[in-house]
């Protein structure tokens, strides 16, 4: 497709469990981005990949976020021992990556969490 | 923390133009202007974008003060489907200032 693809847009999950959500980025961005949403509230950023640079981390709330981006492309954001207030709508979005400031974020529709 | 401040919620008439504030008195030199709306249970959507002069696309204009510390996005025959929350934010140019840091935005409500 080609806009940003998001996996799956609906997850239930027990508290405690570990849950994987998948982002398909525009084919060729380099720029990887992660936000999540809680009801009612503005984005938070969580996680920001730039080609093979490190990753830029500094918006993951715990140590039970993390992220990865296999091959450039595709990334995971795995939550581990979810807990009620992890429930949001995580938002990936992805940009060319040019670091030119003058570039265009494209969001998915989000995967909507909901932890019982 | 955002570096942009915009009044919580307005409202407009449909057919009418609908001006949107923002003030970002820190802005530095080499820093972007970004408005994004984000329409209800979907991801944000670029608007526009400038650095220091007035823009212009099919969506919105985009007026920067001379001083660019504040900035007015402008739909200029707002509809219904424009209601949204939209979202004014300013991003740098170097790989730490890559991310978009949102800030609460403006709730624009059109009216029939």
């Known amino acids: 497709g080609a806009g940003v693809s998001q996996s799956p847009s609906n997850k239930v999950t027990e508290k405690g469990k570990d849950v994987e959500l998948r982002c398909d980025p525009i084919s060729g961005h380099t720029a990887l981005y992660w936000y999540r949403q809680s009801l009612g509230q503005g984005l938070e950023f969580l996680i920001y990949f730039q080609g093979n640079s490190a990753p830029d981390k500094s918006g993951l709330p715990s140590d039970r976020f993390s992220a990865e981006r296999t091959g450039g492309s595709v990334s995971t954001l795995t939550i581990q021992r979810t807990q009620q207030e992890d429930s949001a709508v995580y938002l990936c979005?992805?940009?060319?990556?040019?670091?030119?400031?003058?570039?265009?974020?494209?969001f998915g529709s989000g995967t909507q969490l909901s932890v019982l | 923390d955002a570096k942009t401040t915009q009044p919580p919620s307005m409202d407009c008439a449909e057919g009418r133009a609908a001006n949107l504030p923002c003030n970002h008195s820190?802005?530095?030199?080499?820093?972007?202007v970004y408005w994004y709306r984000q329409i209800h249970s979907q991801g944000p959507q670029y608007i526009i974008h400038g650095l220091k002069n007035n823009e212009t696309n099919e969506m919105a204009s985009l007026i920067i003060t001379e001083d660019r510390k504040s900035s007015t996005l402008i739909l200029p025959h707002a509809t219904l489907r424009d209601t949204a929350v939209y979202y004014c934010i300013v991003r740098g140019t170097t790989q730490g200032a890559q991310k978009l840091v949102f800030g609460q935005g403006t709730r624009l409500t059109i009216n029939p």
């Open positions: 820190t802005i530095s030199g080499n820093e972007y």
């Open positions: 979005a992805s940009s060319l990556g040019l670091l030119l400031g003058n570039e265009k974020l494209f």
